[in-house]
């Protein structure tokens, strides 16, 4: 081998280069681990622990200035809202802001609100909420480029216009507690997983940056719970609107008859949800739902439940003759017909006394039956126990006891006077038994609990269904209510072309002033979807053939109408 040949070879140099290639991968190695690391930290801190480092990210520039009471939405039977319908602008304005002339002038322009009661605010020292009732959207950007002032867009629990007042009740806002209504009913469900947080965005030395505005974040990320009603609002509105045109004190309930459901409840008068204290001291009992929490006395319209405790009972029929003088004595008391000063309506068949709603003959048929027996016919009917409509405070009414109608009071009764009391949900119902060939369906104002993601939570459906009367008795009955429209004390219920059955009633009690009479019809119609109930009491108006009746023809026309 050359000596050149042996000193080019050199074993080491291989070695040498190997060893090269074991640091880089180990350096390698070193930095992919280090990487992996570095990817699994960022998994870590983004996606697992991204939400509590989210929060304190978030705390740092956000800060908490209150609570914000809120409820869940109380919607109608077409998902229309009865509250939280009116979304509202506010401005605000920190200790800090700065109240020169110039800004002044732009809040008043905002607001309304004048220069000297802005002053007066300010000079409190405390934060101002202002509403804003012009939305000019130059000014308010010229507005928000001062410091210390700031927007908020929040929801007013109820409107001006207060549809539903009654059933939808009014809240204790300092508590978010429901004081009436479904409002109190529901509170439990409403108030659940409610209320939001109120903050401001801050910069770096704790100063709200302006033009950002208030942030208003949800307290839970649970689904809200929202009730959803029988209620019509297209129907509620005709109704309140019939009482108010008229300056009507009284109530109103409609109901659907194959299912109970009440479309409409209507109550006068009215009261403002959001101003509650004004009515406190009122006497006018503006804060009571005259549908469910006080009873009236009945007058005729009771008569529905004797004429059908005498058929059904086989005491009388439609062509049975009796006399009318004019007035019944029972015992020293004489009670008068409305035909008293014509000296009575003479010889006529009972069905004619249903039409011309004839006392005298309701009294003699009524002491054929004997008090037990009508009493427990008026028992089935549901006079004298809560109808469960699920609103809170609905009373009883009251129902005679049998002694009562042993003696004279039975006379009294026949006529729906007396110790008898009904509410006007009450006399809907039982009219509903006439048109449900003599079924009870029950009466029902709360259709399903329903969360923000339009999920059923419960349904609420009438628990039972009773035979009150046979489907002969409750024929013979609207048969005579028919009657009643065509020919008798009801024809201003009258609607052309419109099948209408009905009873009025003018029962004599004691109002604000002292003796009075109010006025009653109830009775239904075929419109062009169901049936409907319509029954009506106005207060201190004596006949209900001449104030009542036009309501109910006011109300079916208009349902018509909206093609109901």
Same mark, same amino acid.
């Given at each position: 081998m050359d000596k050149s040949k042996k000193e080019s070879y050199n074993p080491r140099v291989g070695q040498g280069m190997n060893l090269m290639e074991r640091r880089l991968f180990i350096i390698l190695g070193i930095i992919s681990f280090i990487l992996i690391l570095l990817v699994i930290r960022l998994f870590h801190i983004q996606l697992i622990k991204g939400e509590t480092y989210g929060k304190r990210a978030f705390e740092q520039w956000f800060h908490v200035i209150g609570d914000v009471a809120d409820r869940g939405t109380i919607y109608d039977r077409n998902?229309?809202?009865?509250?939280?319908?009116?979304?509202?602008?506010?401005?605000?304005?920190?200790?800090?802001?700065?109240?020169?002339? $110039?800004? !002044?002038?732009?809040?008043?322009?905002?607001t309304g609100i004048s220069r000297d009661e802005l002053l007066k605010k300010a000079s409190q020292n405390r934060k101002i909420e202002l509403l804003i009732n012009k939305y000019d959207k130059d000014l308010i950007i010229n507005i928000l480029?001062?410091?210390?002032?700031?927007?908020?867009?929040?929801?007013?629990?109820?409107?001006?216009?207060?549809? !539903?007042?009654?059933?939808?009740?009014?809240?204790?806002?300092?508590?978010?507690?429901?004081?009436?209504?479904?409002?109190?009913?529901?509170? &439990?469900?409403?108030? #659940?997983?409610?209320?939001?947080? %109120?903050?401001?965005?801050? &910069?770096?030395?704790?100063?709200?940056?302006?033009?950002?505005?208030?942030?208003?974040?949800?307290?839970?990320?649970?689904? +809200? /719970?929202?009730?959803?009603?029988?209620?019509?609002?297209?129907?509620?509105?005709?109704?309140?609107?019939?009482?108010? +045109?008229?300056?009507?004190?009284?109530?109103?309930? %409609?109901?659907?008859?194959?299912?109970?459901?009440?479309? !409409?409840?209507?109550?006068?008068?009215?009261?403002?949800?959001?101003? %509650?204290?004004?009515?406190?001291?009122?006497?006018? /009992?503006?804060?009571?739902?005259?549908?469910?929490?006080?009873?009236?006395?009945?007058?005729?319209?009771?008569?529905?439940?004797?004429?059908?405790?005498?058929?059904?009972?086989?005491?009388?029929?439609?062509? &049975?003759?009796?006399?009318?003088?004019?007035?019944?004595?029972?015992? +020293?008391?004489?009670?008068?017909?409305?035909?008293?000063?014509?000296?009575?309506?003479?010889?006529?068949?009972?069905?004619?006394?249903?039409?011309?709603?004839?006392?005298?003959?309701?009294?003699?048929?009524?002491?054929?039956?004997?008090? /037990?027996?009508?009493? $427990?016919?008026? +028992?089935?009917?549901?006079?004298?126990?809560?109808?469960?409509?699920?609103?809170?405070? #609905? %009373?009883?009414g009251i129902l005679p006891s049998e002694d009562y109608v042993k003696g004279a009071g039975i006379g009294n009764v026949a006529i729906g006077q007396g110790t008898v009391e009904v509410t006007p949900l009450q006399v809907a119902r039982f009219t509903n038994v006439i048109a449900n060939d003599g079924i009870d369906v029950g009466v029902r104002l709360v259709k399903e609990i329903r969360n923000d993601n339009g999920k059923v939570l419960k349904e609420f459906n009438n628990e039972k269904i009773d035979r009150v009367i046979s489907s002969y008795t409750s024929n013979k009955i609207k048969k005579m209510m028919k009657k009643v429209v065509e020919e008798g004390t009801g024809q201003r219920a009258k609607i052309d072309n419109i099948e209408s059955y009905g009873k009025t009633g003018s029962a004599q009690a004691v109002g604000m002033d002292g003796e009075t009479v109010h006025a009653w019809f109830t009775g239904f119609f075929l419109g062009k979807k169901s049936e409907y109930i319509i029954t009506v009491i106005v207060e201190d108006k004596r006949s209900g053939g001449r104030v009542a009746t036009p309501l109910f023809s006011y109300i079916a026309k208009r349902m018509l109408e909206v093609g109901l």
């Open positions: 998902s229309i809202p009865l509250t939280d319908k009116v979304k509202e602008n506010y401005l605000i304005l920190e200790p800090s802001f700065n109240l020169n002339d $110039e800004n !002044a002038e732009i809040i008043g322009s905002l480029r001062n410091k210390g002032v700031s927007t908020i867009h929040m929801s007013q629990r109820y409107d001006p216009e207060g549809l !539903a007042s009654h059933v939808v009740g009014y809240i204790n806002e300092y508590k978010n507690s429901g004081v009436s209504g479904l409002e109190k009913s529901f509170n &439990d469900e409403l108030s #659940e997983n409610r209320g939001k947080r %109120v903050g401001a965005i801050l &910069d770096a030395q704790n100063r709200i940056i302006p033009g950002f505005g208030y942030v208003v974040i949800e307290k839970s990320h649970e689904p +809200k /719970k929202n009730i959803v009603t029988t209620v019509d609002s297209r129907v509620q509105k005709i109704c309140e609107d019939g009482l108010d +045109k008229n300056n009507y004190i009284g109530s109103i309930v %409609v109901l659907d008859r194959k299912s109970g459901e009440v479309l !409409a409840m209507a109550s006068r008068p009215n009261f403002e949800q959001s101003n %509650v204290g004004d009515h406190l001291e009122s006497n006018k /009992k503006e804060l009571f739902n005259k549908a469910v929490q006080i009873s009236f006395p009945p007058g005729s319209v009771f008569k529905i439940i004797v004429a059908a405790a005498l058929v059904e009972n086989n005491i009388i029929h439609l062509d &049975d003759r009796l006399v009318c003088e004019g007035y019944e004595m029972l015992g +020293k008391n004489m009670i008068k017909c409305n035909s008293y000063e014509r000296g009575g309506h003479g010889d006529l068949s009972f069905e004619e006394a249903f039409t011309l709603s004839c006392n005298s003959a309701f009294i003699q048929g009524a002491k054929a039956l004997g008090g /037990k027996k009508l009493i $427990e016919m008026a +028992k089935k009917f549901g006079i004298g126990e809560k109808t469960g409509i699920k609103l809170y405070g #609905e %009373v009883q």
